[in-house]
Structures are given as structure tokens and as C-alpha cells.
């Protein structure tokens, strides 16, 4: 009679069924909410069944029945295809209903994804998310969101059940995209400087690990320790985020910051050193093995 | 009778009476050493006496009692003097007494000072420390020393006295140096960091201290809290560390970093941009104040 | 009967007739070619009808009756939409004829229509060109070619009476456009290199012509010379290339380079100043005036 | 009776006698002017002796009988050892004689010089010079000179006796020490533009050669024919000038630039690239060899 049970609870496609978008389904599937699920192979889809997903055989379809679809895929050309492209979100999505990207993707492919949704009366948001598989599983993602307020408050609760923590970022889709390579940005600087310096240290007669207790005293980061240890023990695979992917991210900042005419010293010094670590086949490694190229360049190994 | 043995009590001499000195005296007293204390201005000197502390009325006068003597000062030129001046320590210091440099001096001096005081039959170690005066005061910096094993043994419970925790770095005093000079780089990246990011976010329309929000989740740092949110506000004066002493910093760092033969591209960046805010007249605002660069190159302001 | 009168008389259309272009067709038509030319707006192509040259409605007209036809436009998106639009050379163009692309492109288009001219059984070959308007009008244009070599052989009678010397650059056309990126990534180090001794020159109390007049007896080279003077007296007004368009061709040298994973650390300094003088509003000034950026980085005006 | 009138002939000395300063004291001696030499190691004043040079057993024996001495030595260090060390210029030179330094020393150097001259009542003027040993021989160097106006005039016909073109760069001697330090900067940034288009053109599948072909044509300089013609073809041996000389000159040049708060951007690339290339063990190749740098980071060779 009446009310449903749960007033939150909707019904989601979700689409992209890697490390990161299947921790995220097990994450709302465990808040109660309905979930239809498609990725190109299948079983990926097939190993969220048991959690209660129903198995969709397209984009358009995981869309065609949702409130929401949501996406998180690799690149922006995965996102294109898989939401412009033959069987794609666009053509499935109800009017009205709404499309949530929590994937990397360029600023101006955000901007392109909310004109074409506009233009078929669907909503748009970015909701790109901070954090590793492990956080998504756990509901620990940090996500940034931007769109518009209605449309926001509409589906902060889906965003709330993938994330310890949702933060609009403005009124703008893109603007969170902006925000998610920034972030990524400020980590990759992270990583240069733990390079540099145990460039330094090590060329000094000094140990790695004894200058990353030091800064673990200093920054007290979570961040620092994970990237400080991964770099100090050279432990770049298996990679967690590829350096090819990095190399994107990079890129992406960059281009984002060149629409604002915003010089970033920094990140170009990170994309010369990805492309150098990319020259020097790196590309499938983590993303943090950027920081052996000032190492190289000082004459290490 | 009378006072309880304290089987750590040392007769300590120390010159450089700023706030960090000054916090470090009392931190000192508190823990129940002796100290006599030198400063080039009275005055300073005379706010300790209330604390405990002797006065002496020359560096060399202040060695002269002392198992250890410890210097706070600004930049190499004022430890030179002190140390090597007339009425200077090494003048005063007793044979197998010892000198504790606490300052962030080059790598270069204190390799002078290791040898000047061996030549006297003296003792050297480095002991530069991270933090702010009222991490000073309350016991609570990080300390980073080298030297001789069996010397950083002996002194530990002094460095121990002024710190929550102490690293050894390395068997030659300069080493610690070496790490202090990595350390403050770290620090300074991460404030271009945050100038990088807020030119962007700033011109994409958005609130820098958004920003540091998620950055907040993100590396759930306390320097990072602090200086975003310095950043965020431009409050940089008053100065906790002026940009001028930042620049010498940064200039040291290539210089150690030079020594081995390391490039540093990400410093060589940062002292691009700390001298384009000295020639902008702000070399007593705060260091952090070197993120304006990155924003009026982006043509904010 | 029997042979033509003169071997080497072809049939030319040409696309794009700006101060190059108009140049350039000058110089066609003055070593006896048959020139059909056409631009968007018809006034450029009706000043050269006086010099005989023959004026289409279309680049699709200018191609159709033409051994070759050439394309002198000022950007990517241009080419595009003139060679693979509406009425555009691609669908004119009969079999076995070329296509010789004058414009300063990027080596991703350059690919792109080598493909799409192939694929209609048409040539295609990149010779883009060093020089001002001056030099394009008085042919001593430099010409760098690449395409097939049978290609190149054919229509080098063309390109050397566009220029004072043809130089081939490769089998594949878009090597040519990678030459011509290179070559203008060197003209705008060397711009920057005047900003930054320029800014030194003048903090150290000491005249910009009097270094100029050093540098040219140095170099002793008509860049030097000519730059180098432009920037001593920041004769920025009128733009004989604009601010904006070299912002571009430092995208694309990145660009390009970025294809083979080539880090170019001075190319990176150069985005980041192009991009901070046009955040500076300098977009419309010649792009020399990105030698302001070190000046106004050293605080002088 | 006996030699002819010539109203400028003057007694010089000359101290430092490598390439560049036997050259220079032949081109003395062809003027008609008395020389009298002297140089740490005498099989170099022996070899001028023959050519009509005196020889002295001292820097300060070199100068004493002099109007002027000349210095050319390989930095500050020997600079300050020949002048102000034991039996040095300084403590030989008359009152009112003058001191003329061709050394590329620091402009803090060529300050405290001034002022030891000065107490002296001697005079100085910095002379730097560009040009190689073959050019100082056949009396083509160019000559930047500073200092006082009327020291200045007078010596003028000694520096047009070495030279091709002498321009008086301002009052103050350090000035011309600046404009030397950035005119190797100039040269020092055009191999670095040839280390990274030549690796672009490498990876494209094309030969430097032709490259520098195309430079000719566009920058018709002498210069870039040279270097570009040694990197090219990576002929860094044997060294016409080491990379660890140019790394000095780099540290100067950065050093002078410092001195007005004046960032250069490229120079601080260079510094980091001539700091690998000392780590790559580079440092007693031509100074040109920086552009292996740019190569290796894009994994070539």
C-alpha cells in the first residue's frame, strides 16, 4: 500500500564491470538498491549475478528500465562508444532518467555528454570518484560531483552508498571532471618529488625507506606512505593504475587547464617524465614508476 | 639527596634564541637539562632566565661549561660567525665536548664544521629538525641527526628531549641535512601544487577551499590542511617562515643535490618561481605565498 | 602535335589565399603555370585574376580540371573542412591527381589525408613552407616535401617555383609536417631565449640593443636579427604571426612528439609561457611577445 | 731611428696561456705590442717566446712593468689565486696600471675585483670574449668590455688588437661578465633545441642531417651549422670546450640571473641536463654533448 518500503531505493544500470565499477555495483547493491549490469566480456558481469544484479545485454538496455545509468570505463573513447555509439546509453535512456559518468574523462568530453543528453531530454552528471578497488568495495570512494543542483540532490543518495564522502564541486558537469584530474595531478606531483628526493638520498649514501619515515612523521598521509613504499621498494608491479593510463591523466589536466589558458610548470615536468618512462617501456606499470626516471637521470641503475 | 639523580641531566649550552631556539629551550628545561643560553639580542635571552636558564654573554662563553652546545640560527652566514667568529663556540668548546647543529644550513657548511671541530678534538653532529615553534615548545618536532654512531648514541636522550621522534640519517653530519633540505622541498612542492590546482579550479569556476576539501579526503594530511587552507585564504603574512628563507632553502636543495649530480626539475621549477615573488616584493610574506605565481601567470590578479 | 612547349606547365589549383597563399600563386604564375585559385572570400582571389590567374567557385572546382592542387590554410580544422567538406578538393579531385598541402598542420591530419586520398586513388604529399609573405611572394620560400618519392620527383618542379630550395624529408607525408613543427619549435626557443637574457640584461642596469648587437656579430643570423629586434623594441603590433597560432604550432611540435613518446622539456616551458600570454590577453600580438613572459616573471613592467 | 712611431703600442702583460690566451697574445704581438707571459706551466710562455714574448716567473713579475695585464684563465678559482694569491697580480700591478680580465668568471668575482683593484688604485675592466682558440689567433674574437668609460677609451686599440668588433657593454665591470654568461646561455639553449628535435626527427624515421639542412636554410647561422653539425653526428670528442665548463657557465649564468631576481626557465632546463649528462660521465665531452640528454630520455641509444 502506498510508499515503497525504501524511498531511496532505485533502479541503476551500471556499466564498465572493471576493479572499480564492480566494487562499486556490490556497494549499492548491499544498500538495496536494484542494479542492472553490462561490461563488454560478460563474466564480469556474470560474478555481480550472485550479488543480486540482473545481467543486461547492451548499454542500452542496462539503461532502458533505470532511474540512473551509470559508467566507469577506462578512457574517453571507451565512454563515447559505449554511450553515443550502436546500442549505446543515449539511445536506451528513458527522458527524464539520468546518466551519472564516475569515469577519468576529459573536461570536454563531459561537456559534449551533457549537450547530448540535454539535446534528448536525459539528465547528465560527473561524479568521478578518488579512491582504489578496496575503497569502492568498502564504500570509501571520495566522490566530486558537479551538474545540475536538482539533479545533484535528486541522486546524492546513490552517490552517498559508493562513497564515504560526496563533494559538489559546481553546476557545471565538467567542472568535476576538472577536479578529478587536478586530484590525480596532485598525486603524480607527489610521486616526482619522492623520486627527486630519493634520487638525492640515495646518491648521498643514504636509505629510501629512512627518508620515507621522516616524511611519514612530517606529512602523517596515508597517500605519502602507500606511494612513498611502493617507490621505495620499486614495487611497480602489479600496477594498481598503469603509467599509461597516468600518461592520460596528465595529459587530461593539462588539456583542462590549457580551456582556462592556465599554465601548470608541474604537470609538464610530470608529462615529459611519463612520456620519458613510456620511451622506456614503463607503460604497464604503476603509474608511480614515473618517479624512476629523475632516478635515471642522476645516474641510478 | 636533595635533587633526584636523573641519570641523562647534561650541562647544555645553546645560542640562537628565535622562536624555534627558544621553544627548544624550554623544552630542555623542562625535561630537566641545564642549559645556558646566548643570543646576539639581550632580550631573548633574559625570557629564558625566568625558565631556568643561565646566561652567557658570547657563544664561546656559552660552550665553555657545556657537554653539548646546540645552535638555532637563520643561514650559513650566521652559523659561520657564531661557530667560527670571534668569541665563536669553537673557540669555547671544551675537547670531546660536542656541537649540535639544529639549524637548516647547506651540506657544504657542515662538512666545514664536522672537519673544524675535528681539528679541535671537538665533536659535530647535524641535527636539523622539522616543525614550527609551537612543535618546538611542546616537545613535539621531528628530528633527523647524523654523525658518529657512537656520538648520536650518547646525545640521543637530548635530541630525544626536543622531539616526538628522532631519525638517524647517516655516519656523515651532513647527511641529516641533506634529508632536512629533501624535507622542506617536499613541502614546497606541494604548496605549487596547490597553486597549480586553484589557478585551475579558480578559473573553471569554482572555490579553492572545495578543492581542499576533497584534497582533505584525499591525503588526510595535516601540512596539507594547513597550508591549503593558507593558500585557499592568502593569508600569508604573518609569515611563519618568510619566502626569502624559503628561496634560501630551495637554493641549498639543488646545491646538495648538485654535489651528487642530481637534477631536480621540480626544484629547478619552484626556484624559477620563488625568485619571479622576490622580484614581486614578497620576500617577507610567507613561503607559501610562492602559489601567487602560478595564478598570475594564469592571469588571476 | 608531339610534345608541349614547355615540359613543366601544369595545371594548379590552389586553396587559401591569405598573404602566403596569394604569395605563393604569384610565384606559380609567374614561371608560367596555369593557376585556378579559390577562397572563401572571393575579393583575395579576385586581386590575383589580374595576374592571370583563373578564379573557381569551390575547392571542389579548383580541383576538378588540376594535376594538382595545393592548400595554403591556417589551421587543422580548416584543412579538414576545405579538402573532406561540403563541395570540398577530396570530392573533386580526379584520379591520379595530389593534393600538396602548404599549411603548418598536424602530423595526425597529415596522416589522415594521406589515407583519405588513397582511398579515392588520388596523391598526396605534405610540403609545408619556411618563409614570411615577402619571401612566399619573392620565391625563396624554403620547402620541406614528403610523400612517395615518384611523387615528390613529379611535382618538385612545383615546389621549386615556390621556393629557393626543396628539401625532402621522407616517404611519409606527415614526416614533412613534423619537420616544419620542429622548425618552428626552434624560432620560438630562440624567442624565448631573448626574453630571459633580455629580462637579465635589463635588471642588471645594461641596454637590450647593445646585447642584440653581441648576439648578432655571435650568430651573425637574419632570425637572430630580426626577432631579436622585434623584441628589443617589443614591436609586437602588427602581427606578421600571431601569438595564438604559435600557441598552436607548440601544441602540435608536442603533439607530434608525443606520437614517438619524445619528451621535449623546452617545448613544455614554451606552452606554459604561450598559455600565460594569452591569459595576458596577447592572443592578437605578434608571438614574439611571449618574450614578455620572462620579463614580466623578473617583475619589470 | 730604429722601430716606427706607433702611438699606441703598450706594455702588456699576459697571464694564463691555453689556447684562447696564446692565440689572444699573438694577435698582441702581430699588433706591435711588448708582451711579456706568464703561465703556471712554462712550456706555454716557451712556445710564445719565439714568437717575441718576454717571459715572467710570476703573475705579479707580469704585471709589474706593465700598463696593463691581461688574464685568461678557466674559472674563479684560478682567477682569484693569479690575482689575489701569493706573488699575484694585485701585489705586483702599479697604481694607475690596469687590469684587464678575458676570463668567463662570475659576476661576484668581477665585483670584488673592482674593489681589490680599487684600494689599490689600480684599475679594471672586465673583457670577456667569444669566439674559439682559431679566433683568437686570427684576431676575430668579439669583445664586450665594461667598466669605467675613460679606462675604457684608453685600452680600446688593446682589445681591437684581439679582436673583430669590441662593444662596450656599461660602467660597471661586472656587466660585461653578464653579458658574456648569457651569451653562452644563447648558445647553450640552441643545443639543447637540437637534442630534442633531433630526437622527434630520429623516432620519425628521419636523419638529422636533413634537419640541419633545413636549419641552414632558415637560420643561415654559422654557429648552428657548427654545433648542429656536431651533434649530429655526435662527434663530442675531442672537446672544444668540456661539458663541465659548461655547466659552470650555466651555474654563473643562473648565479648572475639570481643576483636581480630573475628566473630563467630555460637555463634551469640546462642546469638539470648538464647535471644528468656529469652523471652519465659526460663531463670531458664537448659541452654540446647536453643533447644526448634529450635523446636517451626519448630511449634513444
Same mark, same amino acid.
Given at each position: 500500500m502506498g510508499l515503497p518500503l525504501h524511498p531511496h531505493v532505485m533502479n541503476i544500470g551500471y556499466v564498465g564491470l572493471g576493479k572499480m565499477g564492480s566494487g562499486i555495483v556490490r556497494s549499492l547493491l548491499r544498500t538495496g538498491h536494484r542494479v542492472v549490469v553490462y561490461n563488454r566480456s560478460r563474466e564480469k558481469a556474470e560474478a555481480l549475478a550472485k550479488d543480486g544484479a540482473r545481467i543486461a545485454n547492451s548499454p542500452a538496455e542496462a539503461a532502458s528500465d533505470s532511474d540512473v545509468v551509470m559508467t566507469m570505463l577506462s578512457d574517453d573513447q571507451a565512454v563515447e562508444q559505449v554511450v553515443l555509439g550502436d546500442k549505446g546509453i543515449a539511445s536506451g535512456l528513458r527522458r527524464a532518467a539520468v546518466h551519472i559518468s564516475n569515469s577519468t574523462i576529459s573536461t570536454a568530453l563531459a561537456r559534449r555528454l551533457a549537450q547530448e543528453h540535454q539535446q534528448r531530454g536525459q539528465g547528465y552528471l560527473s561524479a568521478p570518484v578518488f579512491g582504489r578497488p578496496e575503497a569502492a568495495e568498502a564504500k570509501k570512494l571520495v566522490v566530486t560531483v558537479a551538474g545540475e543542483e536538482s539533479l545533484i540532490e535528486r541522486f546524492r543518495p546513490v552517490l552517498d552508498a559508493i562513497g564515504r564522502k560526496t563533494i559538489a564541486a559546481g553546476s557545471e558537469p565538467w567542472q568535476a571532471n576538472a577536479v578529478k584530474l587536478c586530484g590525480n595531478f596532485m598525486i603524480a606531483s607527489m610521486m616526482e618529488t619522492f623520486g627527486e628526493t630519493y634520487a638525492v638520498i640515495r646518491k648521498s649514501g643514504m636509505q629510501p625507506q629512512m627518508f620515507l619515515d621522516v616524511m611519514n612523521e612530517l606529512f602523517n598521509s596515508p597517500v605519502y606512505a602507500n606511494y612513498g613504499g611502493i617507490i621505495a621498494n620499486e614495487r611497480?608491479?602489479? %600496477? %594498481?593504475?598503469t603509467l599509461k593510463l597516468g600518461l592520460k591523466d596528465i595529459r587530461l589536466v593539462l588539456a583542462a587547464a590549457e580551456e582556462t589558458a592556465t599554465p601548470m610548470p608541474f604537470a609538464s615536468v610530470l608529462r615529459d617524465n611519463f612520456l620519458s618512462a613510456l620511451a622506456d617501456?614503463?607503460?604497464?606499470?604503476?603509474? +608511480? +614508476?614515473?618517479?624512476?626516471i629523475p632516478a635515471r637521470n642522476a645516474g641510478l641503475k
Open positions: 611497480y608491479e602489479p %600496477a %594498481a593504475f617501456n614503463q607503460e604497464d606499470l604503476d603509474w +608511480s +614508476s614515473v618517479a624512476k
